[in-house]
């Protein structure tokens, strides 16, 4: 057994998310998915959504298809309704979580509940490897009861989606791409090391307050802000530090699957051949029946 070296991940890029629409009018920061920074492999795309001003969110995502990859949406204020063509019905509340794997096809709509108020939250997409991209459609809803919690001597609080942190698993279980997705938030100038496994692509995303991110010793020590993610380099110990004021962040961690990608909207899969059949079996209404 040769002895494991430590190696602290570093900060390679930062690009700060861009206000931008989807759906049927809802403002939202993207970070990655954007023309800045198309994909980090298998993580496709990653959209805050935060406002108290029901214009920005009130349209929602009506009606709209899915194949070859997953949404994740995790909620920090405000609920979304979520209703398939199965007939699949989930309200997702605040803290919670919903892993879908879309497989071969979902048609679905993502609602605001409230008509007021605020509404904060994220949405991932992770790629799904060839073989399973027209496997049939799954979920894993994660109610905000069963959202695993660290909490820290510090005062601080890790909250686990998937992966393992701190020994403690998130309840989001059997992807392929090992996905850590973990929401920190760390009190003010509280400092952290996380495992990361070597050779996962991983990325921070900034919500509140700023971080650290880096070997303190080291002349490598980047900071990222609110609205910020944070590119990392490959390594096994992720070293953090909470800036002047409370700080939240998501950490994504996970397996590249190092596949070709054809995108075209809402369809992922791996050639334009693949993708001009999602377009026919959406239109022709065979999408989640091939
Ligand atoms: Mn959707």
Same mark, same amino acid.
């Given at each position: 057994? =040769?002895?494991?070296?430590? +190696? ?23 970070? &990655?998915?954007?023309? !800045?920074?198309?994909?980090?492999d298998p993580f ?7 406002? *108290?001003?029901?214009?920005? #969110? ?10 070859? $990859?997953e949404?994740v949406? #995790?909620? &920090?204020?405000? +609920? ?6 199965? @007939?699949?019905? @989930? ?8 892993w879908?794997t ?24 992770v790629n799904l490897p =060839? #073989?399973q ?7 894993q ?12 001597? =510090?005062?601080? &609080?890790?909250?686990v989606i998937a992966g393992k942190s701190?020994?403690?698993e998130g309840?989001v279980k059997g992807i392929d791409t090992d996905p850590l997705f973990v ?12 495992p990361i496994e070597q050779t996962h692509n991983s990325l921070? #995303? ?21 609205? !910020?993610?944070?590119? &990392?380099?490959k @390594? ?6 909470? @800036?002047?004021? *409370?700080?939240?962040?998501?950490l994504l961690s996970g397996k590249p699957i190092g ?7 809402? $369809? ?14 959406? !239109? =022709? ?6």
């Amino acid at each position: 057994m =040769s002895k494991t070296i430590q +190696k602290n991940l570093v900060v390679e890029k930062i690009i700060t998310a861009q206000k931008t629409s989807d759906g049927a009018g809802v403002s939202l920061y993207r970070s &990655l998915g954007s023309h !800045q920074l198309p994909t980090v492999d298998p993580f496709l795309m990653l959209d805050e959504f935060k406002s *108290d001003n029901p214009n920005d #969110y009130i349209a929602g995502f009506p009606n709209h298809p899915h194949r070859g $990859f997953e949404t994740v949406t #995790y909620m &920090l204020a405000g +609920k979304v309704e979520h209703k398939d063509h199965k @007939g699949n019905v @989930g309200i997702i509340k605040s803290g919670g979580a919903q892993w879908m794997t879309a497989g071969r096809g979902i048609i679905h709509s993502e609602m605001p509940v409230q008509e007021d108020g605020l509404m904060w939250g994220f949405q991932l997409w992770v790629n799904l490897p =060839s #073989y399973q991209k027209m496997k049939e459609a799954s979920y894993q809803n994660i109610e905000p009861e069963h959202v695993s919690e660290i909490h820290l001597e =510090s005062g601080s &609080l890790i909250r686990v989606i998937a992966g393992k942190s701190m020994g403690i698993e998130g309840a989001v279980k059997g992807i392929d791409t090992d996905p850590l997705f973990v929401d920190m938030r760390l009190v003010t100038e509280d400092s952290v090391s996380h495992p990361i496994e070597q050779t996962h692509n991983s990325l921070v #995303y900034v919500y509140r307050g700023l971080i650290h991110i880096g070997d303190p010793d080291d002349s490598r020590l980047e900071t990222v802000k609110q609205g !910020q993610l944070a590119v &990392l380099s490959k @390594g096994t110990n992720l070293s953090l530090k909470a @800036g002047k004021e *409370d700080t939240g962040f998501i950490l994504l961690s996970g397996k590249p699957i190092g596949e070709p990608i054809a995108k075209y909207g809402p $369809f992922v899969m791996n050639t334009e051949a693949e993708i001009q059949q999602a377009i026919e079996d959406y !239109q =022709s209404g065979n999408l989640a029946n091939a």
